[in-house]
């Protein structure tokens, strides 16, 4: 039976996980080892019974007799706080989901790779943050890294069975979310309720604003870069409304494949799960016709300064990603508490870039979690900082 392990199994992308292992089989087909999840203990106590898992485990240590007595009478281990995630990762598994939202992923994952198992990664911030750290820890002990993401899984799926030297460059889209239509004028003063709407994708509220405010193209572009190695003149983005096209890699013949698929998060997680073989999703298929067309822009970075900021980051190198992460996670803390406005949060990334920038080290790669963890305390503290805030 094969065991699997879900870091964040309470959030969007762990329910689909969820999802998926309970129509293939339930707790009769895979063996599960834990579960992690955050504030919401019922439901992690519900997925942990239902699949039977050995052990669940809350972030929060305040919430653990919560979790004692939600789990009581099912034998089911309860632990809690950062540590008992980490330890939760380190436990021999076939297959571990990072589904952990930000930084708080870095931690769990690398304890995965240590141990040289099967990491399937939502948790783009895990390469963002720390991409040159998590590659070679992956490479040193033989781990396996497989892309969550939508946009890299079809990317993944694509340069399957392709040599390196004839892809000439990727196209990875992004539906331009909330704002994409919005006049220039008005984004200033767009609310949290309007910031937090997705057109087509139903995702947990940071990953949403961040995709209004293009940081999470941001994040992918740069996700890319360190998992595929693809220079980045050679990473495009193309701003795709329908959504229907994730990703697109071009070959020196002049031929481009792109991925389609209904954007439906069961696809990328479901491909990972049962990588290298497929295995029919519960997805819905697509037609073509009921679609009718398929349209696409450049994306504009004046709207979209988070891209201008990704490409910047790449071309710095060293802990610039650490920073621009920590940093965008700070200005969205910021902007869902109402301490800044939308068009804020990029200023307050680009001043926390600027003072790091003026930091001994900086363009080095963070050789270990500490270091990792240490320029993300001062992008944060940096970009709180930042004129418009507190
Ligand atoms: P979410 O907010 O819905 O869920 C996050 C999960 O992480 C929850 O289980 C939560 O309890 C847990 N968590 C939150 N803070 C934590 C902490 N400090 N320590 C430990 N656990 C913590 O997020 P999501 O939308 O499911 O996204 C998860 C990850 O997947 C993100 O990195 C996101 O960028 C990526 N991703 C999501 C989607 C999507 O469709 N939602 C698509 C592609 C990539
Ligand atoms: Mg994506």
């Known amino acids: 039976m094969r065991s699997v392990t879900i870091l964040g199994a309470t959030g969007s992308v762990g329910e689909s996980a969820f999802d998926l292992l309970m129509r293939a089989g339930g707790p009769e087909a895979w063996r599960t080892v ?72 870095l931690a769990p994952g690398l304890q995965v790779l240590e141990r040289g198992g099967t990491l399937a990664l939502a948790n783009k911030e895990t390469l963002v943050a720390a991409g040159r750290l998590v590659m070679t820890t992956a490479e040193r002990t033989k781990a396996r890294i497989l892309p969550v993401d939508s946009e890299h899984s079809a990317i993944f799926q694509l340069l399957d069975a392709e040599s390196s030297s004839s892809v000439e460059g990727v196209t990875i889209t992004a539906s331009g979310g909330a704002f994409r239509d919005w006049p220039l004028e008005k984004l200033p003063f767009a609310t949290v309720a309007e910031a937090s709407c997705h057109p087509n994708w139903a995702m947990g509220q940071r990953i949403t604003v961040d995709s209004a405010s293009m940081f999470n193209k941001a994040l992918e572009v740069i996700e890319a870069r360190e998992f595929f190695g693809t220079e980045p003149d050679r990473i495009k983005v193309v701003i795709h409304p329908q959504s229907i096209i994730h990703a697109m890699v071009s070959f020196t013949d002049g031929s481009s494949v792109a ?132």
């Open 259 to 390: 991925h389609l698929g209904m954007p439906d998060m069961r696809h990328a997680i479901g491909y990972a799960l049962n990588w290298p073989e497929r295995a029919p999703l519960p997805v819905a298929r697509l037609d073509l016709v009921a679609l009718g067309q398929l349209t696409f822009r450049a994306p504009d970075e004046i709207r979209w300064p988070a891209l201008r900021l990704a490409r910047e980051v790449i071309a710095t190198g060293g802990a610039a990603g650490a920073v621009l992460n920590a940093a965008k996670e700070q200005a969205l803390d910021d902007f869902l508490a109402g301490r800044i406005r939308f068009t804020d949060m990029a200023a307050a990334v680009e001043h926390a870039l600027d003072h790091a920038a003026g930091e001994a080290g900086f363009t080095q790669s963070p050789a270990d979690l500490q270091t990792a963890l240490a320029w993300d305390g001062l992008a944060r503290r940096a970009a709180h900082s930042w004129k418009g805030a507190a």
């Open 34 to 105: 834990a579960l992690t999840g955050g504030r919401n203990i019922a439901r992690l106590a519900e997925m942990a019974k239902a699949l039977r898992a050995e052990l669940a485990v809350t972030a929060y240590p305040e919430l653990l007799a919560d979790l004692r007595q939600a789990l009581q009478g099912s034998g089911i281990a309860a632990s809690a706080g950062a540590a008992a995630i980490d330890e939760a990762a380190a436990r021999p598994s076939d297959w571990t989901l990072s589904a952990i939202v930000g930084a708080a992923g």
